[in-house]
């Protein structure tokens, strides 16, 4: 895997970072998150990045828990740079991406001794350059959004094309799922949002969870969420992140696989319906970060 990755590096890193041509091919861009933690947001994210990967998409997934990202334990990689090394050291991003299971990229957000990271405002341009230097090598960009809000999440949670909240039957995440929807759609009423009920007893209960959060949307914001599916309760789960491995390879013969790869297939098949204009992510983070001081 990591032939595989630094071939990829060195792709890039021959690409000038010059405005493309109108018509080029960009990535959409999707930011994963969850009102609250212990939903299973991460592990939906990495097993998103290796479903698309297996139908043959370009994938880079972006750990932005940046100083507590825990997305390589979950592929059983060994990163030795992270986002943090972009910033603090001079990397160029592409030098930072990783090889993950079938073929998929990966961006290590940083561990322990990164913790107290924090954005100063000389990044905010290097950290769109290097952004603008990747759109148009994928097919998509996922960034898992870290727990804490902070500026610079907020600009990336309002800059890309489609949001996935991630959620499950307790009433406290449900809560805490349109809170965080709400929160977005104030400051980007356009926002595409998706949605996944995970650890659910059965489907109906999925789909009565999506139902009422999709109803409260449309019944006080006039919007409603793409409703992807619901995950069972599934041991398989458990015994992957053991294992250190996507439950989507490890065990793909398991009911929560089986639903997981509908979803994947639903999602990547959305632009039919939904994804209709190409991405203007970096435009948008742009002036985000110019708004907004940094």
Excluded at 14 to 37: D, E, F, H
Aim: a positive charge; proline letters at 4%.
């Amino acid at each position: 895997m990591k032939d595989q990755a630094e071939l990829l590096r060195q792709k890039m890193m021959q690409k000038s970072v010059q405005s493309r041509p109108y018509n080029q091919k960009v990535a959409r861009t999707l930011a994963i998150v969850s009102g609250k933690g212990g939903v299973g947001k991460t592990n939906i994210s990495v097993n998103l990045a290796v479903g698309l990967a297996k139908i043959n998409k370009k994938v880079l997934l972006f750990d932005m828990d940046i100083g507590m990202g825990n997305i390589y334990h979950l592929i059983n990689g060994n990163p030795s740079l992270s986002i943090v090394d972009f910033f603090e050291r001079d990397f160029p991003l592409a030098q930072l991406i990783q090889a993950g299971p079938e073929g998929l990229s990966y961006i290590h957000g940083g561990s322990a001794f990164s913790s107290l990271f924090e954005w100063k405002e000389a990044y905010q341009e290097k950290w769109i350059l290097g952004l603008q230097s990747l759109i148009a090598e994928f097919d998509f960009l996922l960034f898992d959004m870290g727990a804490g809000a902070t500026k610079e999440s907020l600009n990336i949670l309002q800059a890309v094309d489609e949001v996935l909240t991630v959620t499950t039957p307790e009433p406290t995440a449900m809560t805490d799922a349109y809170s965080m929807m709400k929160f977005i759609h104030m400051r980007d009423p356009q926002k595409i949002f998706y949605l996944i009920c995970n650890r659910v007893e059965s489907r109906k209960e999925g789909q009565e969870t999506a139902g009422r959060l999709g109803s409260t949307m449309h019944r006080f914001l006039n919007v409603k969420p793409v409703f992807l599916g619901a995950i069972p309760e599934d041991s398989a789960v458990r015994k992957a992140v053991k294992m250190g491995q996507p439950f989507l390879l490890s065990f793909p013969k398991a009911k929560i696989s089986f639903s997981f790869e509908q979803i994947v297939h639903q999602y990547a098949e959305e632009p039919k319906e939904t994804f209709k204009e190409g991405s203007r992510f970096i435009s948008k983070l742009r002036r985000f970060f110019t708004e907004r001081g940094g």
